[in-house]
């Protein structure tokens, strides 16, 4: 019997058709609407010498800026996770009043201008504001630092995470809990081994979108951070400035970096999420 | 551990799903609960297990009342009819698990829960699928996995909810001797839930019939078949034929027929007559009590059926009788049934009026 060698094919045979049709549609697609820009951009930045790249990407306020961008929008999807889940769970596991209007106001921040989104928090927050007044006595000023732009990346990512987790919460087995309990295990090894690993891809993939979105992020952040150079200015703000002082290269080139960062932490967020569904 | 079921109870909004359930489960035994679907089977195995409360009544762990005992204290294997297995754990996680999450005082050390879920897995005959997950497991093999995660807690009592309903012919016919064997070895005290009757006859020490969250009747196998305590019971066990009869004259009429009976009956009134369809044989038409023409012959295995279509007073009703291996009819012909084993039940009430053997 001649030995079944198992080649690699790009195409397995399927009883479903449309391979063909499809494949060609999203590699077309694909290519016009995200790979043809961000390429035309690394080419652009490709004329910059390597020297140059390097000092456009050292300066301080370049670096202060790729700093804060990435490590708020971290925190701000670090918190999205955990409380989007508190939301989530809340949502799918009791029956309460206005469950079917807090389910609705979830999207929101998906619907609303982001500018809208930024005036009204920036409103809220300021030291006059209705919460911003019981947070200045305290010493807390949120308007204009940091903390501004975590509120605003807060808000903007919340929905990623509640609507990705919601839908496997729903289909978890209410009898996985049951059969777990009857042998002995208390609630909280319940939620710890039981719900928590089958949600896990869920919540990474809530967390990735959520970060992704935030990294992105520009118009409700820009009313509420004040945009102090090194103190509370994003990175993306600072490409806009660089556009308007038409300095196209220094844009290019911060663009290209937040590209090439992102696009490292998604595919570690990707790997993350391969390996916890491979195991269940 | 014996369990004792004392007036329980439950009701979902206005729907009474169980209504006063009196049952006493023996130290040791394997009972079944056996009804048809929405009986209320799974709602009391859920209560006895404590994953569900009642609304009445008591349930009693070896004479202690269970009441204040939650599902992790009351140490029930409980096997749940689509298997509920942890799909991110491995086999050996799995069963490893009730092991695990006991309290850091009473949780064995890792070499001693490695040895037994090792030996778990060697006595449900899967230890070659410990690095498996469920998902890549068959059914079968999944139910193993379900019941030797049960069986890793030291069960006091071992529930399962329609274990093999799941699973194909065969292997049902299979798991089923084996969990007979399984039993007799462990002498586990235990509930299995089914609506297969044949499950419950060939497995059970005894029989609860469940009939709209009531107990029906409660007994072993052999009772229950030969001495269905109501109609429900005997309707739902077995095969059988319903026949319209009228007690009169202190006898039995069907039609312009009396059958001939032993006693004389008081009353006077419709009722009905249920008789198992081996237990009709076939006579002489011009004697027999049931006339009727052969419609169809029919071999099931070994056994050959013939369904009569009986002339019953304008009504045509149309009977499976079972056909002695020598008697030889043909489609067209006419014959003469009589009903050898039966018993009489008054329209309306549920209790037997008479039972004859002839
Ligand atoms: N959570 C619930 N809410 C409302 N009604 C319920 C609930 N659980 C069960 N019931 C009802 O109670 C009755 C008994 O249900 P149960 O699950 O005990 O039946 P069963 O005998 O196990 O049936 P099956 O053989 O189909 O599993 C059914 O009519 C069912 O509709
Ligand atoms: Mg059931």
């Not at chain 2, 079968?140 to 009592?157: D, Y």
């Not at chain 2, 909810?161 to 039993?183: I, M, N, Q, T, Y």
């Not at chain 2, 004389?264 to 076939?282: N, Q």
């Amino acid at each position: 019997m001649p030995p079944l060698s198992k080649t690699l094919r790009f195409r397995e045979p399927s009883v479903i058709p449309g391979f063909g049709l499809t494949f060609g549609l999203t590699v077309t697609w694909l290519s016009v609407i995200v790979l043809i820009p961000l390429a035309a951009m690394i080419l652009y930045a490709s004329r910059l010498g390597f020297d140059q790249f390097i000092a456009i990407l050292t300066a301080q306020r370049t670096l202060n800026a790729l700093k804060l961008s990435f490590g708020i929008a971290f925190a701000a999807a670090i918190f999205n996770v955990i409380f989007g889940l508190i939301v989530a769970w809340a949502l799918t596991r009791y029956e309460f009043p206005g469950r079917r209007i807090a389910d609705a106001i979830v999207d929101i921040p998906f619907a609303l201008p982001t500018a809208v989104a930024g005036i009204a928090l920036a409103t809220l927050y300021s030291p006059q504001g209705w919460i911003g007044q019981f947070l200045a006595p305290l010493g807390i000023q949120v308007t204009f630092t940091p903390l501004g732009i975590l509120v605003a990346l807060i808000f903007v990512g919340i929905p990623f995470v509640v609507r990705t987790v919601q839908p496997v919460l729903k289909d978890l087995d209410p009898e996985l809990e049951l059969a777990a309990a009857s042998l002995g295990a208390s609630r909280w090894q319940v939620i710890r081994k039981v719900i928590a690993p089958t949600l896990l891809p869920a919540i990474l993939t809530g967390f990735a979108l959520a970060f992704a979105r935030a990294v992105g992020e520009y118009g409700s952040v820009i009313f509420i951070a004040g945009n102090l150079p090194n103190i509370s200015e994003i990175a993306p703000l600072l490409i806009v400035i660089r556009l308007e002082e038409f300095r196209y290269a220094d844009a290019t080139a911060i663009a290209v970096i937040m590209l090439f960062v992102a696009f490292i932490m998604l595919l570690i967020i990707n790997r993350l999420q391969r390996w916890t569904e491979a195991r269940s | 551990m014996k369990i004792d079921v004392r007036n329980l109870s439950k009701r979902f909004g206005n729907f009474v799903a169980l209504k006063n359930v009196d049952l006493d489960i023996a130290s040791g035994e394997l009972l079944a609960l056996l009804g048809p679907s929405g009986s209320g089977k799974t709602t009391l195995l859920r209560i006895i297990a404590g994953l569900d409360f009642a609304d009445g009544g008591e349930v009693y762990f070896a004479g202690e009342n269970a009441a204040n005992l939650n599902v992790r204290k009351r140490h029930v294997g409980f096997v749940f009819q689509h298997y509920a297995l942890f799909r991110h754990m491995t086999v050996f996680e799995n069963v490893a698990f009730g092991l695990r999450v006991r309290p850091r005082r009473e949780r064995k050390p890792e070499h001693e829960i490695v040895k037994r879920v090792k030996r778990l897995l060697e006595f449900v005959h899967i230890e070659g699928l410990a690095e498996r997950y469920p998902d890549q497991l068959s059914g079968g093999q999944r139910q193993r996995v379900a019941l030797a995660r049960a069986l890793a807690i030291e069960p006091n009592v071992l529930l399962l909810d329609e274990p093999f309903g799941a699973l194909d012919a065969k292997v049902r016919k299979s798991l089923r001797r084996w969990l007979r064997d399984l039993h007799g070895e462990l002498n586990v005290t235990s509930v299995l839930v089914t609506h297969d009757q044949e499950e419950a006859l060939e497995v059970a020490d005894r029989i609860v019939v469940m009939g709209n969250g009531k107990i029906e009747q409660v007994g072993t196998p052999e009772e229950i078949y030969n001495e269905p305590a109501n109609s429900f019971v005997f309707d739902f066990i077995g095969e059988s034929v319903k026949l319209p009869v009228r007690i009169e004259n202190g006898g039995i009429w069907i039609g312009s027929r009396r059958l001939a009976t032993n006693d004389e009956l008081p009353g006077t009134g419709p009722a009905r007559l249920f008789v198992r369809p081996h237990d009709l044989t076939f006579g002489e038409v011009s004697e027999a009590p049931l006339q009727g023409a052969v419609r169809a012959v029919r071999r099931v295995g070994a056994l050959s059926f013939a369904d009569v279509r009986l002339d019953y007073g304008g009504d045509d009703l149309l009977v499976e009788a079972s056909l002695p291996p020598e008697t030889l009819v043909r489609p067209g012909d006419l014959v003469g049934l009589t009903p050898r084993r039966y018993r009489i039940y008054e329209d309306g009430a549920a209790e037997s009026l008479t039972s004859a053997a002839l």
